[in-house]
């Protein structure tokens, strides 16, 4: 039902509030007029935590305001802490219409006492979902005396929605001077690797680099996303809130996909450059597909990820043949993966065993992600870590890899870029590919 009127959803509102007897939380659903998520969440303008999540060539987006109940963790069991606090609120939520979703951050990092962010779970108190034209609103509410009647007047609000238009200022675009974090690190750090990797000490670890881009003024984050969207149509945008900071990115990389128990996964690894015409760029593709460098570094993270999936029990996991993912000014190598999520395993239970894929930390996980804090002069934070959103009850999600992103604090704008080094590589061809994984970025901040 398309914009149901307040007696519509009143009745059950009430019979909900009078059954939970002021425990638990409510959750109201219902579809409205199509509304593009992003202009919702510019519009309201919240502060503090919020998403958002679009897939533009899906034609999928997802908007969502601060928490009404949240979970924040740390150390190596937080997957499975918070897979434990979810099933725990899924009991807790009565829902009228589809289950709500819950946001989720995990950062590279398992965090520890000293240093890095808290993994983050929270339900919001509002969240817009368009999905092929299709807008379902969401309001949470804590169970409460008058709770049925505060979502009622949240869903007037949502029915009529007026988006506040906020054109940005004609944009004069400063040279972009960027500041290394750490200085000229990176080529020394690509040779020891490689001779680390000779010494039988991991076969790959990926290096990542920071830099630093100050304005007079300060970033757009909305107009950041927007430019994001219409310039990366088939990656997934997203915007994530990082202690007091804001992440938005484009990322060409799922790390896992569930509907129902159809569970999906993906390799990405191997990097070339765009062609500037037809000629160059199927040249390019053509010597990255046959690329033994390339070609060892994509296999061994296919390789990783189908073993991982096969330890928790996904059934019948199994690679398709590899494909080029042709990006704006990148291409990469990537094979999809696919399988089935066995009936006492869980969303979160996956994820936790396939993150850090070797795509962004290293081979064997085990031996090369200790290296990685005495190479890089900078903290990830959610930079390669996991962010997306959970279906209540977990059986629906996506989480993302946190890549091509920018954290976003005022008039400073740090940005990343990393590479796989495996044996061969280059210091300069990998510092090269760094600076064009930069561009994805730096071309959309504003």
């Known amino acids: 039902m398309v914009n149901p009127t307040s007696s ?16 638990g939380y409510l959750s109201l659903s219902f579809q409205v007029s199509e509304l593009d998520p992003l202009a919702v969440l510019e519009t309201l303008n919240v502060t503090g935590p919020r998403s958002y999540f679009e897939n533009p060539s899906l034609h999928q987006a997802h908007a969502s305001g601060p928490p009404l109940v949240e979970w924040k963790g740390r150390g190596k069991n937080r997957f499975s802490d918070a897979d434990l606090w979810l099933r725990k609120l899924n009991l807790s939520i009565q829902a009228i219409g589809p289950l709500p979703r819950v946001i989720a951050s995990f950062p590279f990092y398992p965090g520890d006492d000293k240093n890095d962010l808290d993994s983050h779970l929270f339900l919001p108190t509002w969240q817009v979902v368009t999905d092929s034209g299709v807008t379902t609103i969401t309001l949470c509410a ?4 008058g709770c049925a009647d505060k979502l009622l007047k949240q869903a007037e609000q949502f029915r009529g929605f007026t988006y506040q238009a906020n054109p940005l200022p004609i944009p ?12 000229a690190w990176f080529p020394s750090a690509v040779k020891r690797a490689t001779e680390l990797i000779k010494e039988g000490a991991f076969e790959k670890i990926v290096l990542t680099r920071a830099f630093d881009w100050r304005k007079p003024e300060n970033f757009n984050v909305f107009g950041t996303l927007h430019r994001l969207r219409r310039a990366n149509p088939n990656c997934n945008i997203f915007l994530i809130n990082e202690a007091e900071a804001s992440l938005v990115g484009a990322s060409p990389e799922t790390l896992i996909a569930l509907s129902e128990s159809n569970l999906k ?26 690329s033994d460098k390339d070609q060892r570094e994509h296999s061994a993270v296919t390789a990783s990820i189908l073993r991982r999936l096969k330890m928790v029990g996904v059934v019948g996991a199994a ?46 996980r085990d031996l090369a992600l200790p290296f990685i804090p005495g190479f890089e002069p900078h903290l990830r934070g959610l930079y390669t870590g996991a962010v997306g959103w959970i279906q209540s009850d977990g059986k629906k999600g996506n989480l993302y890899v946190a890549l091509r992103c920018a954290r976003i604090l005022g008039n400073t704008a740090r940005v990343y870029a990393g590479a796989g080094i495996v044996a061969g590589s280059d210091p300069t061809l990998e510092s090269v590919e760094t600076e064009m994984k930069l561009k994805t970025i730096l071309d959309s901040l504003i």
């Open 8 to 23: 519509e959803l009143s009745n059950p509102l009430q019979a909900a509030e009078r059954a939970s007897a002021g425990v």
């Open 265 to 290: 996964t993906e390799a990405v690894a191997g990097t070339t450059r765009r062609g500037d015409s037809a000629s160059e760029d199927a040249s390019l593709a053509k010597a990255l597909l046959a």
């Open 172 to 183: 004069q675009r400063p040279a972009t001077v960027l500041s290394e974090v750490g200085g």
């Open 319 to 364: 690679a398709h043949l590899p494909e080029l993912l042709r990006l704006g000014n990148v291409m990469h190598i990537r094979t999809p993966v696919i399988g089935k999520l066995s009936a006492d395993r869980t969303f979160l239970e996956v994820a936790g065993e396939l993150h850090p894929t070797p795509a962004v930390g290293g081979k064997p």
């Open 142 to 145: 804590k169970a409460a005396p």
